[in-house]
Structures are given as C-alpha cells and as structure tokens.
C-alpha cells in the first residue's frame, strides 16, 4: 500500500470506528433497537482485505456485524445510520435492521443473522459470476465460531469440486458468542480446517493492517485467477461484547488490555508517524473531523428522517405485479 | 395434445426453460449422470453440460444455499431435493433466506429459485423417507408453495415457477412421477395462485391437493353411482396462498365441505381451509367442515400398518356418509 492509501485508510478504519462507537451510545440512547453487534478492534480485517481487493466491483457478504463492510463496499453511512435508527431513508428502508444492511449497487450483498448462512450464499454468487463469465470475486467475511456449522463443510467442498472464485474470510475474535474458542473447537487455528479440502489458506495478525493487506493481495489475486477458493485467517479480537446485551463476563480484564495495546488503528497510525506521514496532530485533526462528520451529517440525517410509511409493511414479502403469478402476460 | 407421464412433463418444462435462457440451472443429488432419481432431469445433462445440469455433493443445506446466493445475481436455478424428508436439512436458507431477503433488505435483492421436491408416503420407505411436508412449506410468508396433481400442472407450474421472481416450492409426490395425462402442445403456463375445479358437483365439497385429488375424484365417483350424493372436488394447487376466493365460492354453493390430506392432521391444509371457511363463509354451511388426514403416527414400515397410516379414497366416501348421517 502507498503512504497516501495509507493514510486515507487510517482515516477511513478511524471513521469506522468512530461510527461504531456513536451506534454504540444511540443505542444506550435507544434511538437504536434490536441487537447490535460492534466492529471495534476488528477494522484492519475488513478494510485491509477490501483494500487488496475491489469493493464495489467484488461482491461482498457477511454476519450480522455488517456496519463497517458496508460502509468499505461504498455503501452510504448516513443511510446506514437511518437504517439503525428505524428510518426510511434507511439502506432497507427501515425493515432490514443493524443485522441486515444491504447495498446491491454497491454490490455489498448483505447482512444475515444466522450463524453461517452467507458460507454457501457466497458460494452461489461465485457461482454467478462464473456463469457470467466476470472478472469479480465473491468475498465473504465470517467470524471463526461460524466454522463449526455444517455448511461450513459443504460450501468449502463445493466451492472447491467447482473451483468457484470465492473468498473465505475468516475473522477469528477468538469467542463464539461468549464461549472462548478452546472451549468449543477442536482446533484453533482455522486456517487447518480447510486443508481437508485442499484449498489453500493462511493465518495472519488482524491487527496489523500491513499483514492483512499483503495476505489478502495474495489471496485475492488467487480467487481472481481462477484458481478457485482460498481461505484467509486474521487473528483480531472485539472490544465489545458479542452484541449490546452481552455482559462481556467471560474475558478478563488482562486479555482485553493485553488486546487493547495491539489496537489496529493505533498501529497504523504510529506506523505513518514513525515514517514521518503524519504528525500526532494530524491525527488529532483527522478524529475531530471524523466526529464531526458522523454528528453533523449522519446522526442529523437519522435523527431527521421520517418513519417508514405504513404501505411498506407488506410491500417486499412477494414480487409486485409478477406476471407469471397468474401464468404469465397475456 | 399428448398423453405424456408426469416426470416428462417436468422434464419437457426444464428443457423448454434452458434453451430459452441460459441462465437456468437445475441442480441436486444424481440429477445430472445419472438423470435424476425420477427422470425429471433424465438427458439435460448430455444436453447442456455440467455447468448447467450439476450433481451435488449430498449436502441439502449447502446446494440450497448455493443456489440461492447464485439467484442473487439472475441465475435461475431448479433445486431438487431428492426426497422432501432432506429438505429439513435445507430450512435454514429455504426460510431464513430466500423467503426473507427481499423483505429484509427493503426491496434491493431477491432470491428466484425452485425448489421441486417429492414427499409423500409410497412403498414401505419408513418413517425418514415418507414425509408429507406441505404444511410445513405453507406457512411461511415471502414462500410461494405449489403442489401439482397431474402431467399438465406439473408443467405448467414449473414453467411459471421458474419465471416467477420469487421462491416457489413445488411438493411433488413419489407415486405420482409415472401417471400420465393429457399436456397442451403448445407452451403452457398455470398460475401460481388460484385453484382448479377438478369435479363439478351441488352436495359437498371435497378439497384435496396433489395424490389426495385423486382420492377425492374416486370418491366422488362411487357416491354419485352408490349414494346418490353429488360431490364437488376442489384441486388446491397452490397452499401459498391458498385460494380464499375459490375455497368461498365452491363452500358457498355447496354448503358442506371435507379437507383431504395425506398428513396428519395438525396444523395442515385441512386446518387451515377449515380457518379459511369459518372466516369467509361460517353461515353457508349446514353441516360442520370435516377433514381426512393421516393417523398422527410416523410412517410404519410395515406394509398394512403403511397403509393404515394414511387415507384412501374410501375413507372420503365414509367421511361424506357419515356428514349425510348415511354411515352404517
């Protein structure tokens, strides 16, 4: 990465972070509903892997905590925040929630709430873009305790008998909810899971937005090849809880310290002050602007918008006005 | 037109479909090599290739998913599972996805697929291989579920399937694969809504749905010769939505009504077209709705127990004799 990525992808991790955080206090305000799952801690595995790959253009899938890969894909974060807030001007008009942010021209393909599910979603998008004949790639990001759901195996073996281009990302936060990866998987390094099924992997340190970028370039111009699907592990960790009702007693305040001086945003930026990019300043100006931007733009633009109208509580269950519903045009 | 077996009449509207539009795929465990357990696929894929016509690993909630995240980009895919007992394993995506994702991402995707499967009881499978699962598949809302009772619907239900923007699940059924009958020449689409008058009749109206049509059709032949009582049989293929405007209109000409399934009676299509009528025409009726179902046991292996389990068309003649005060 050039410094000048470098240093607009400090910006934009340290706007990502700031968001969550904000969502994290409207929450507490409840402006916010539902669950909520924060990114916090995680930013270098998202934007390092979409930096080495093209957001907007490469399709992108993930869980729930789907905030920040959405805002990476292009995908509007003033809209993202009226979606939080319930609104219709929101991504999903106000029906999808924190869990389900969707951005199809930006072509980042959704938020889903079940443990797993996008595995073999990801799979089928690879599977269009191979009958399409495309040059995109099909990039999912899933968190390390989705691995022990069955279709874990079975998207990973059909993505590989078809050689589909398909970008696993694993970010291994090391807890499945509340329960610590030791105590619920047989093997802890992800990355050796997917040697049963010959496809190549490798692990590397989340936190370090370097590492992840030069893996995932690696990776990345792998499934775009057409060599077929490749497995990336980033070891990161989430400050919060699993979700906002989580009482995070499960950690100690050792390992979260320990985890909090690896932060990913503040090895960066003391990486581009060191390299004489930026001064301490710079930065300081950069997190003013930041916060200003998500409170004068974007909160004010959720706290604004209406309510969805009473018509689009039955409006997307079926396709409107299908011909072939009743045996097609006539 | 031409008297053809059902599994030909699938196989004829798969076929029409992917040499209209290369962006339908069929896929599913043993569909391609081997032609598909019940021919429905038998030949496709000599014709169109193995990214076309693809065999699956036997992982239903995998290739369900796949195919699924592939509708995401305008393909179409035809999902088979070969036996609807295994399509549990595929609920995850079939209702967590492609049913909501419309809905929950406010419009921007949706999720094109078919999912055909058998399900039914047919010769001494046992209990994990004789599922009649259509109620399970009716209640859930952003699913289209449709259930042919013949080579025509068969068809003309898939053409529509494949060309409707939602998910539709077609229930098809073991026994039925090898029943002939009349399909038009020419392209033919049914709706996906709506019913069909399969006997027109003044006395009682016997709803059935997929093989249970056709015990309501014998039925209604041995009352009329025998008893004297002219039955009217209601073709429910579609479960989702049910036709509220049909189940009304026949109810309220014949004024007593019989719900015949082939699965246990709990929360089914007879329950719910039982509902259906207390709601639109409670004071049309001059008897109380009944239904035939299944014994609430799962299926026996056994080939008398077998038969036990489920209904026949003789016990629709004993229902509607007992309704008349006619039983012995």
């Known amino acids: ?330 | 037109m031409a008297e053809i077996m059902y599994w030909e009449a699938l196989r004829r509207a798969h076929d029409e479909e992917m040499t209209r539009d290369p962006l339908v795929i069929c896929m599913g465990e043993d569909i391609g090599v081997a032609g598909g357990t019940y021919k429905a696929t038998n030949g496709l894929f000599d014709k169109y290739g193995p990214e076309r016509v693809i065999d699956t690993p036997i992982s239903e909630g995998g290739y369900t998913g796949l195919g699924i995240g592939a509708s995401f980009l305008g393909v179409r895919p035809i999902i088979e599972i070969m036996s609807v007992n295994f399509a549990w394993l595929a609920m995850d995506q079939i209702f967590n996805t492609a049913a909501k994702v419309r809905y929950m991402s406010g419009g921007q995707l949706e999720a094109p697929v078919v999912i055909r499967s058998p399900g039914g009881t047919a010769h001494q499978l046992g209990a994990q291989h004789s599922a009649r699962m259509e109620k399970v598949f009716m209640g859930v809302a952003g699913l289209r579920s449709v259930t042919p009772s013949n080579p025509r619907q068969a068809y003309g239900l898939l053409k529509s399937a494949i060309r409707c923007n939602d998910p539709v699940f077609i229930n098809e059924h073991e026994l039925m694969y090898n029943m002939k009958g009349e399909v038009p020449d020419e392209e033919y689409f049914m709706p996906l809504e709506g019913s069909e008058v399969a006997r027109e009749g003044s006395d009682i109206t016997l709803f059935g749905y997929n093989i249970s049509v056709h015990w309501c059709t014998q039925a209604a032949e041995i009352l009329a010769s025998k008893h004297g009582i002219n039955c009217e049989v209601i073709d429910l293929y579609s479960l989702a939505p049910l036709d509220r405007d049909g189940i009304k209109a026949s109810v309220s000409k014949t004024h007593r009504a019989m719900i015949v399934e082939e699965a246990e009676p709990a929360v089914g299509v007879g329950s719910e077209v039982m509902a259906i009528i207390n709601e639109e025409c409670f004071f049309e009726l001059d008897a109380p709705p009944a239904r035939v179902s299944a014994e609430n046991v799962p299926i026996p292996y056994n080939h008398t127990l077998e038969k036990m389990a489920i209904p026949n068309a003789q016990d629709v003649v004993n229902g509607v004799l007992k309704m008349f005060g006619l039983a012995g």
């Open chain 1, 1 to 330: 990465m050039k410094a000048a990525d470098k240093k607009r992808v400090l910006r934009e991790m340290l706007f990502a972070r700031r968001f969550e955080e904000r969502c994290y206090e409207a929450y507490v305000e409840r402006k916010i509903g539902g669950f909520l799952h924060l990114y916090p801690g995680e930013e270098a595995c998202a934007y390092g892997v979409l930096e080495a790959a093209r957001p907007g253009h490469d399709y992108v899938i993930t869980s729930y905590r789907d905030h920040v890969h959405a805002i990476k894909c292009g995908v509007s974060p003033k809209e993202i925040m009226a979606e939080l807030f319930a609104k219709e001007t929101g991504v999903c008009k106000g029906l999808g929630g924190s869990m389900h942010i969707f951005g199809t021209e930006q072509r980042f393909m959704g938020g889903y709430a079940l443990v797993g599910g996008p595995f073999p979603l990801a799979a089928g998008i690879a599977k269009g873009i191979k009958m399409k004949g495309g040059d995109e790639i099909s990039i999912c990001f899933l968190g390390d305790a989705a691995n022990n759901q069955g279709v874990f195996h079975e998207s990973l073996n059909m993505a590989k008998v078809w050689d589909l281009p398909t970008l696993y990302v694993c970010e291994n936060n090391l807890y499945g909810i509340g329960t610590r990866i030791d105590r619920s998987t047989a093997v802890i390094d992800q990355y050796k899971r997917v040697s049963g099924y010959d496809i190549p992997s490798a692990q590397v340190d989340g936190q370090d937005i370097d590492a992840v970028y030069a893996a995932a370039k690696i990776a990345v111009d792998h499934v775009r090849s057409g060599k077929g699907p490749y497995f990336l592990e980033l070891m990161t960790y989430r400050y919060r809880g699993h979700s906002m009702s989580d009482s995070n007693a499960y950690r100690t305040k050792e390992e979260e310290r320990m985890w909090g001086k690896r932060d990913p945003i503040i090895i960066l930026r003391d990486r581009l002050i060191e390299a004489g990019e930026i001064t301490l300043d710079d930065y300081s100006t950069m997190d003013t602007e930041v916060l200003e931007e998500i409170e004068n733009d974007i909160i004010k633009f959720a706290e604004e918008s209406p309510e969805p109208s009473a018509e689009l509580l039955d409006k997307y269950v079926l396709a409107e006005n299908d011909p072939w519903v009743s045996g097609g045009a006539k």
